[in-house]
Structures are given as structure tokens and as C-alpha cells.
């Protein structure tokens, strides 16, 4: 390795890991997610647009994207129903990066989906599945204007910000759903309190009420309760 080599990379991993503080320092899970997308763009040579691609069974969401070229993708490859981002999304086999130096000579392996993903302006695109070792969280999908805009340096800086973003999004998902489950269980609870007031009911009666509200209307309990707080009882 010549030393501009070593000094390029020098670089580069001092920018990764400030990247991956930055991330765990991100005060929500959508930003975390915006962190991960705008860190593609300014760390991966070549990338003009990014973006998070997560499955819902076959619906396609995309999350965090840095421009209008990864919303339009993920939104055709749900109509086709192929893609290399929506393929990543759904690996099965082991197949958690890809690399297309040219989408235009890969009309054969997605012929729905690649000359209308050209016709975007789509050149070239680089993916990775987000994983952590219990769970697949979606793919982080990168895309440039030019063909054979992606190097192996381009690949490798990709995988390295694909790792790290894994192990933020796990951890920024689960704090999410720490703090709803904390807010839905404090809502719960004022609900309660005020049917126990109002009605002069005991904690399981106004539990009871709420409980079987939510069964009859079809309504989540928090939806519930909310409403009970914000009206000061059921109608």
C-alpha cells in the first residue's frame, strides 16, 4: 500500500469512526435512520442517493431517503416484484451485498425492473442487507447517475458503514419500542384512573372497561385510553 494509500485510509477510518458515534448519539430511531442515509452520500465515493429498503411481507417501505431515485426504485420494484434491493431485502441464501457496475446489462436477471430503473437514471447501485445476528432489518441501498460509478473501495467502505448502521438501527428500533411500551403503560394507567374516579370502579373493573371498549370498536387499547384521557371517559 503506497503512503497516499495509507493516508487516504487513515482518513477514512477516522470518519467511520466518528460516523459510528454519531450514530448511537442519534436522539430517535428516524434520526438514526436519516444519520445512516446522509453517511452513505458522504462517505461511499460515488454515492448519489441512498436509501433503507424494509419489507412488510410484499409491501415495500422506504425509509430515510436522501433523494427522490430511492423512493422511485423501491416503488417500482414493489410493482415488478424483482430488484436487487427488493432480492437483498429478502435474502435467504447468504446473498447480502451486491455491487452493479452497470444496471443497463442486466436486463435479463430483472428485465421489469432494470430498463425502467435506467430510465431514472439509475447507472449504477451498490447494496447491503442490515443485519445483526437475531434479526434482518432491511437493506441499505446506494445509487449513482454514473455507470461503474462503484469501486471495491466503494464496496468495502459500504460494507463497513452497512455493519456499524446494523448494530445503530437494532439498538435505536429497540429504544423506540422501550419508550412506547413505557408511554403506552403511562397512558393505560391515567385512563384507569380516571374511569376509577369517575365511575367508582376498582383498578380491574376500569381495566375491564377498557379492555372490552377496545375489543368491541376494534380500537388498540392505547387508542383507547388516549381517548378516555383526552375526553374524560368513554362515550
Same mark, same amino acid.
Given at each position: 500500500?503506497?503512503?497516499?494509500?495509507?493516508?487516504?485510509?487513515? +482518513?477514512?477510518?477516522?470518519?467511520?469512526?466518528?460516523?459510528?458515534?454519531?450514530?448511537?448519539?442519534?436522539?430517535?430511531?428516524?434520526?438514526?435512520?436519516?444519520?445512516?442515509?446522509?453517511?452513505?452520500?458522504?462517505?461511499?465515493?460515488?454515492?448519489?442517493?441512498?436509501?433503507?429498503?424494509?419489507? !412488510?411481507?410484499?409491501?415495500?417501505?422506504?425509509?430515510?431517503?436522501?433523494g427522490r431515485l430511492a423512493v422511485d426504485s423501491?416503488?417500482?420494484?414493489?410493482?415488478?416484484?424483482?430488484?436487487?434491493?427488493?432480492?437483498?431485502? !429478502?435474502?435467504?441464501?447468504?446473498?447480502?451485498?451486491? +455491487?452493479?457496475?452497470?444496471?443497463?446489462?442486466? !436486463?435479463?436477471?430483472?428485465?421489469?425492473?432494470?430498463?425502467?430503473?435506467?430510465?431514472?437514471?439509475?447507472?449504477?447501485?451498490?447494496?447491503?442487507?442490515?443485519?445483526?445476528?437475531?434479526?434482518?432489518?432491511? $437493506?441499505?441501498?446506494?445509487?449513482?447517475?454514473?455507470?461503474?460509478?462503484?469501486?471495491?473501495?466503494?464496496?468495502?467502505?459500504?460494507?463497513?458503514?452497512?455493519? !456499524?448502521?446494523?448494530?445503530?438501527?437494532?439498538?435505536?428500533?429497540?429504544? $423506540?419500542?422501550?419508550?412506547?411500551?413505557?408511554?403506552?403503560?403511562?397512558v393505560i394507567g391515567e385512563a384507569m384512573g380516571?374511569?376509577?374516579? +369517575?365511575?367508582?370502579?376498582?383498578?380491574?373493573?376500569?381495566?375491564?372497561?377498557?379492555?372490552?371498549?377496545?375489543?368491541?370498536?376494534?380500537l388498540k387499547l392505547r387508542d383507547v385510553a388516549? +381517548?378516555?384521557?383526552?375526553?374524560?371517559?368513554?362515550?
Amino acid at each position: 500500500m503506497s503512503k497516499e494509500d495509507k493516508v487516504g485510509w487513515g +482518513r477514512f477510518a477516522h470518519q467511520m469512526a466518528s460516523m459510528a458515534r454519531d450514530l448511537l448519539a442519534q436522539d430517535s430511531l428516524d434520526d438514526t435512520l436519516t444519520r445512516i442515509t446522509a453517511s452513505a452520500t458522504e462517505l461511499v465515493a460515488g454515492c448519489d442517493a441512498a436509501g433503507i429498503l424494509v419489507l !412488510h411481507g410484499k409491501r415495500v417501505e422506504t425509509v430515510a431517503p436522501t433523494g427522490r431515485l430511492a423512493v422511485d426504485s423501491d416503488r417500482l420494484q414493489e410493482e415488478l416484484g424483482e430488484g436487487p434491493c427488493f432480492d437483498a431485502a !429478502h435474502s435467504s441464501h447468504g446473498e447480502r451485498v451486491f +455491487r452493479i457496475a452497470d444496471l443497463a446489462s442486466l !436486463h435479463q436477471r430483472w428485465p421489469g425492473y432494470a430498463p425502467r430503473a435506467h430510465q431514472l437514471g439509475i447507472g449504477s447501485m451498490m447494496g447491503f442487507l442490515l443485519f445483526t445476528e437475531d434479526e434482518d432489518l432491511g $437493506a441499505l441501498n446506494l445509487y449513482s447517475h454514473r455507470r461503474g460509478a462503484f469501486s471495491e473501495v466503494s464496496e468495502t467502505a459500504g460494507w463497513l458503514l452497512a455493519s !456499524h448502521a446494523a448494530v445503530a438501527f437494532s439498538s435505536a428500533r429497540t429504544n $423506540a419500542q422501550l419508550e412506547q411500551a413505557v408511554a403506552t403503560r403511562h397512558v393505560i394507567g391515567e385512563a384507569m384512573g380516571i374511569l376509577m374516579g +369517575r365511575n367508582h370502579l376498582t383498578e380491574d373493573q376500569a381495566f375491564d372497561v377498557l379492555r372490552r371498549y377496545s375489543q368491541e370498536t376494534n380500537l388498540k387499547l392505547r387508542d383507547v385510553a388516549r +381517548r378516555v384521557c383526552e375526553d374524560g371517559n368513554l362515550p
